[in-house]
């Protein structure tokens, strides 16, 4: 996961008073100030943003270079959307704060994540599971994703024949039970109808709980793990299979386990690698055109539960692309990973793509329609202040005049 960065403009200049004062046109009639600038997946708990992240951002118009996304019609439903916050009950009351941020937009999907440092952990263990469902369950149509590890010590760079022996292990049964104390918990909890993603990312190398040294034991171990949780009583989940996008260590068709044991085709999808275009990531082998051709050969819905910008930056294009996306091929539900150096709301370093996001989803719910990016409105030339009577202005330099937001003039009659 990566750290987030904060840039903080530093405006300081002293100017003795007794030599210089500012002149009075500019102090009336120029205001000046800055704008707040605000591999794949999680791997840690993100760092918690400054409480200021919550604050709404003015929206400026932002210049499109491709058509905005497509509208829904009229009384159509609008695809559930939400996002990654914090994994833990931080997360959950960032919900209602990131909702106002994008002018009341409903956000329908949580999203978090099971630790993956013990069995407890994958038992579902863990206090902050008790907060989500409270929030799932305050509304009927709020939908809640679990990401559930399929090994302890699932970041701890376990080699490939210890992977390949624990993934036998669990095609054989031997960890079913791990996976039955979870589903009684989220029965317990009054979330059956969670969306589990189990192994998410299993075509790279990330993490214990990767396909590629057993593809075949790891569908094996998948199809376990699913019939064992379809098993306990008032149950009604559904399963995601996630891979990230594109080949990575393995193709992640080798690793599907059968249309019986999925409901969801979900696909991590960042803006990665550093200078390819979204066209490449639709058309890449095993991209994002190949997920919705394989959902549809299979009878799937999609998801997006991890996206977002990544290795080029603050890029707007990816940001509408992605949007347009997402509103052409309707997923069940998307989850943007809203931290750095992915997100929009808790990251300071998107300003632009930010304003993107926001703009498209601004007071966005069912039956409603998107708000589309504005053409950009051609800024003003300002004019030159003039400066008072009896005051000769001083050239102090372009760069000292840009922080103070205009000249400096000294009054001829001051002694």
């Known amino acids: 996961m990566a750290p987030e960065h904060r840039r903080t403009p530093l405006r300081r200049m002293a100017v003795g008073a007794a030599a210089v004062v500012v002149s009075a046109a500019l102090a009336a009639g120029h205001a000046s100030g800055a704008e707040a600038v ?42 559930a959307f939400g996002a990654f916050l914090k994994s833990d009950a931080r997360g959950v009351t960032r919900m209602e704060r990131l909702s106002h941020w994008l002018g009341g937009a409903e956000l329908r999907v949580g999203h978090t994540y099971l630790p993956g440092n013990h ?20 509304k009927d149509d709020r939908m809640l994703v679990l990401n559930v590890p399929m090994q302890e010590r699932n970041e701890e760079g376990v080699p490939d024949d210890e992977v390949r022996q624990l993934l036998r292990r669990g095609a054989a049964g031997e960890f079913d039970h791990h996976f039955r104390a979870l589903a009684e918990r989220l029965v317990r909890l009054k979330v059956p109808d969670t969306v589990l993603v189990p192994g998410w990312e299993m075509n790279g190398t990330t993490y214990t709980h990767r396909c590629g040294p057993d593809p075949e034991s790891w569908k094996k171990y998948w199809r376990r793990i699913v019939t064992t949780m379809r098993a306990v009583p008032g149950q009604k989940f559904r399963f995601d299979f996630t891979p990230s996008r594109g080949r990575d260590a393995v193709p992640w068709t080798q690793c599907y386990p059968g249309d019986d044991v999925v409901d969801i085709i979900g696909m991590d999808s960042y803006d990665q690698p550093a200078g390819v275009s979204f066209d490449r990531q639709v058309n890449e082998p095993y991209g994002l055109q190949a997920q919705v051709d394989f959902a549809k050969a299979h009878g799937k819905p999609i998801s997006y539960p991890e996206w977002g910008l990544f290795r080029n930056g603050d890029n707007p294009e990816y940001m509408r692309r992605m949007l347009a996306w997402i509103d052409e091929h309707k997923p069940l539900y998307n989850t943007l990973t809203d931290y ?60 000292v005049e840009h922080w103070l937001g205009g000249k400096l003039c000294l009054r001829v009659d001051w002694w």
Do not use: M
């Open 38 to 79: 605000r591999v794949t997946g999680p791997r840690a708990p993100a760092p918690d943003p400054a409480a200021s992240t919550a604050d709404p951002r003015p929206i400026a118009p932002v210049p499109s270079t491709t058509p905005p996304a497509k509208t829904p019609a009229p009384g159509s439903e609008v695809p």
């Open 340 to 399: 750095c150096p992915h997100g929009v709301w808790q990251c300071a370093d998107n300003p632009v793509s930010s304003r993107v996001y926001r703009s498209a989803l601004s007071g966005r719910t069912d039956g409603t329609t998107p708000v589309p990016t504005p053409e950009a409105t051609p800024t003003p030339t300002p004019t030159a202040p003039v400066p008072p009577e009896n005051c000769t202005p001083l050239d102090l330099g372009s760069w």
């Open 119 to 138: 069995w407890s952990d994958i038992e579902g263990d863990i206090q902050f599971l008790e907060a989500w469902a409270d929030w799932r369950n305050e």
